[in-house]
């Protein structure tokens, strides 16, 4: 399979998607046989035997009309699998998804060139976020090439929940709200959320049509960790993210019925490219231990993770990076657009 990302002028990322095969539905009878085979180590004769005379009687009864019933959604549906693995997996858990769920860990760490040294936190900060822009740019351009199995085309739906997505809290189930569009569908929004010491910011990251270049971004940055160093922390409303669900869910609601702005500005966070966050914490991750990257990745300070967002850019102190992800994955003038702008929650 080719996982390599170069610009295609002869054909689109996501022009095959329209014509890609329906999921099929697996043979019932195929099924119940990798089923035998997963448990037969665990069982002795005797249990295997009466598992045996289960899955028999469930074949030519109610499996029968269960599988039918797939089949007959599989004529309606691409996948008739997704909805269901989506909700049941990660919208219906009411558990610390961020906590649970999220995956993390180092990265970009280019150890041999970037080893970890203090006061780089922006100088690095700013070029990773330039390289990962150009890659949002790709994508929204349609010239990442689409992958391969062999010379049949793979699904490229997930590409666009890379960016501007997020997930958000809800009684029963969560939500998913992507925000992505391609050049030829419209507007995309285009803003970054950068988190410091509790506060949020925004700055847009396109000006005039051109992604800003690292030394605008680094402005940005610059004058984001100005203001948060000289001022008070801000209230940390990230953390409600890494919370219980329904807890979470309740509170969003309280806050926006609070005020219309909160609903704005939340709609802001949860519409940006991706989130940017400047962790004062310097750990000393080496080629052979990512271990103290990893953990801080993962279960660092909460009031600068968004945990519902596809991808949070974690820039440390040192000048080392990680992230910290949503698995769903696997989206004024211009001299105040080059300054961040604070969002702040009444």
């Given at each position: 399979m080719e996982n390599q990302?170069?610009?295609?002028?002869?054909?689109?990322?996501?022009?095959?998607?329209?014509?890609?095969p329906s999921l099929p539905v697996p043979a019932l009878d195929e099924s119940l046989k990798k089923y035998l085979d997963a448990v037969k180590p665990f069982l002795n004769h005797?249990?295997?035997?009466?598992?045996?005379?289960?899955?028999?009687?469930?074949?030519?009864?109610?499996?029968?009309?269960?599988h039918h019933k797939l089949l007959e959604r599989a004529k309606v549906k691409k996948n008739w699998l997704e909805e269901w693995w989506l909700n049941v997996a990660y919208l219906d858990a009411r558990i610390p998804t961020q906590i649970y769920y999220n995956f993390g860990g180092p990265g970009p760490y280019?150890?041999?060139y970037w080893p970890p040294k203090e006061g780089?936190?922006?100088?690095?900060g700013c070029i990773a976020i330039w390289h990962t822009l150009k890659y949002w740019e790709l994508i929204r351009t349609e010239k990442v090439i689409v992958h391969r199995y062999g010379n049949m085309p793979l699904d490229m739906s997930q590409f666009r929940m890379i960016f501007c997505t997020c997930k958000i809290p809800g009684i029963p189930r969560d939500s998913l709200s992507n925000y992505f569009r391609t050049e030829s569908e419209g507007?995309?929004?285009?803003?970054?959320?950068?988190?410091?010491?509790?506060?949020v910011f925004a700055f847009?990251?396109?000006?005039?049509?051109?992604i800003l270049s690292p030394p605008e971004i680094f402005r940005q940055l610059a004058y984001i960790q100005k203001r948060c160093h000289n001022e008070p922390d801000g209230p940390g409303l990230a953390a409600l993210t890494s919370g219980e669900r329904t807890q979470w869910a309740e509170i969003r609601e309280y806050l926006t019925n609070l005020d219309p702005k909160n609903l704005s500005l939340l709609e802001k966070i949860q519409s940006s490219l991706f989130v940017i966050s400047l962790d004062d914490s310097s750990p000393n991750?080496?080629?052979e231990d990512y271990t103290p990257i990893t953990k801080l990745s993962l279960t660092g300070d909460p009031t600068i993770r968004w945990g519902d967002k596809s991808y949070n850019c974690i820039i440390f102190s040192n000048g080392t990076f990680g992230s910290n992800c949503d698995t769903f994955v696997a989206d004024l003038s211009p001299c105040k657009r080059l300054l961040g702008q604070d969002l702040t929650l009444i």
């Open positions: 990302v170069f610009e295609s002028s002869e054909e689109r990322t996501f022009q095959y998607q329209s014509s890609l005797k249990e295997y035997q009466r598992t045996e005379d289960i899955v028999k009687k469930f074949e030519h009864g109610i499996g029968k009309v269960l280019l150890e041999h780089t936190q922006i100088e690095r507007e995309c929004p285009s803003h970054l959320i950068v988190l410091c010491r509790g506060r847009d990251a396109v000006h005039e049509g051109h991750g080496t080629p």
